[in-house]
């Protein structure tokens, strides 16, 4: 063999190497079965920088291991070591992929095209995430893709009274320390769809207590004030002068007792901001920065919203991993998403897909470090 030969073959397995190291690896096991005994795969996603896992059941987001500046790992991303934990807990959402419809429709009443639907409500008056049935209590169907997995749900016509068949796929990639969500929605009727994933983060640790002290920046001039009810009045609202400001970096816990009503309305932050840009181009949504450990999650997306919630009705029922109960405000929702209740907001952009139409948004999170100050 000329010494032509073994160089180009050395470089043709380096090539190759790099090639597996920037693709990174996927890996899928049989986490357990529901009670019902449908297995539940789980994918384990892997980069040279992070690593995360999404399973099947509720399309959700189980884990992401990330390093601080000092490079030590830790899952930022509320949850449990068991799927017979996620099986139990109907309240929280953790990780899930929350549909129909995510977050809230006023009376779980809309109509379209002048027929009238009903969704069973499950969150005082209104509906919820889909209703008690949502997308994230089921098994979705899933594959492997480059750099990731798509999970696939197919809804039927009159699911939790929402018509059509809806046809849902969630895409998770991973590329280096950026995670990428790709949803796709197509129906056989007009229908309304509003999906989102619904992550705790917690950029300290999972176990490391309360987020009140990270510094969250949104790229939002406005937000879309609620009622008792949590349901907007309809009017895009300035942050100016309130404490949802956020358009330059702030400490999430200064202003969470605010006696501002809103805050007060929403027993902290619970809030949809409206995000500055054209929506359909992935554009800035959030910067969230935690100052001990260092790490950094930057949120872009193509939606025109964005739900920040500071896990307000956490109450230590529920204990995640290394046994920690999760307590009020030990963790926070950045649910990318078009606004809540817009079947009913004819002002607010509009959540009918009608046939024939396919329904995309992306959303990404990317992680990174900052130095010490």
Known sequence: MTRAVKFFGMMFVMAMALTAVAQGEVKMSIWGQTKEGVAVPIYTLKSAQIEVRVMAYGAKLVSIRTPDRTGKMADVVLGYDKLE????????????????????????????????????????VNALHGGPMGFDRFVWQAHEVL???????????????????LTAKVKYTLAGSTLRIDYTATSDKATVVN?????????????????????????????????????????????????????????????????????K?????????????????LRLAAIMTEPESGRKMTVETTEPGIQFYTGNFLDGTFTGRHGVKYEKHTGFCLETQHFPDSPNQSNFPSTVLRPGVTRHSTTTFAFSTTKAE
């Open 265 to 281: 309305l929403g027993g902290g932050y619970d809030h949809n901001f409206v995000l500055n840009g054209n929506a359909g181009t």
């Open 85 to 124: 934990d996620y099986l139990n807990d109907n309240a929280t959402h953790f990780g899930s992929v929350v549909g129909r419809y995510g977050n809230r429709i006023a009376l779980g009443k809309f109509s379209i095209d002048g027929k009238s639907y009903q969704i069973p409500i499950n969150n005082g």
């Open 195 to 263: 999906l989102t994933n619904h992550a705790y983060f917690n950029l300290r640790g999972d176990d490391q207590g309360t987020i009140l002290d990270e510094h969250l920046e949104l790229n939002a001039d406005r937000f879309t004030p609620v009622d008792s009810g949590l349901i907007p009045t309809g009017i895009l609202a300035p942050v100016a002068g309130t404490p949802l400001d956020f358009r330059k970096p702030a400490v999430v816990g200064a202003r969470i007792n605010s006696d501002h009503e809103q805050i």
């Open 147 to 165: 750099n990731g997995v798509e999970f696939t749900l197919v809804s039927p016509d009159g699911d939790m009274g929402f018509p059509g068949t």
